[in-house]
């Protein structure tokens, strides 16, 4: 997974993913802002994940490689921690996934923090 960002453009720290790519498919996610609300798109259509395998995967690891908590504040979405992997979790949101569910089926058993020397965590 390959997350980039134009530098010097975020104003509202609410970063969105806008397109998803796997194998060679694209999709366009559609919604503004931490705002779950929204979905996911190819060719034009809303895509199903049971048709789409490599997508469901890939949001899958999106919400398990996170350490962040999308949660609604009366009418404003609030993401604690990290404003791009609050992204993943909106995005796999916005294709009707739900992290809570993916996280129970998938629980962590270990980690290897990122650091600045390695670049990712594990």
């Not at 993943?88 to 058993?109: Q, Y």
């Amino acid at each position: 997974m390959i997350c980039s960002d134009k530098t010097g453009t975020l104003t509202k720290g609410e970063m969105n993913v806008r397109v998803l790519v796997t194998g060679t498919v694209e999709y366009e996610v559609i919604g503004e802002g931490f705002n779950p609300t929204g979905t996911v798109r190819t060719g034009g259509r809303v895509a199903d994940l049971t048709a789409h395998p490599g997508l469901q995967q890939l949001l899958e690891c999106g919400v398990l490689c996170n350490d962040a908590v999308l949660r609604q504040e009366g009418t404003r979405w609030i993401v604690e921690g990290d404003p791009t992997e609050g992204a993943l979790l909106v995005a796999a949101r916005r294709a009707g996934m739900d992290p809570t569910a993916i996280r129970a089926r998938w629980p962590r058993v270990a980690e290897i923090a990122f650091t600045s020397e390695r670049k990712k965590m594990s």
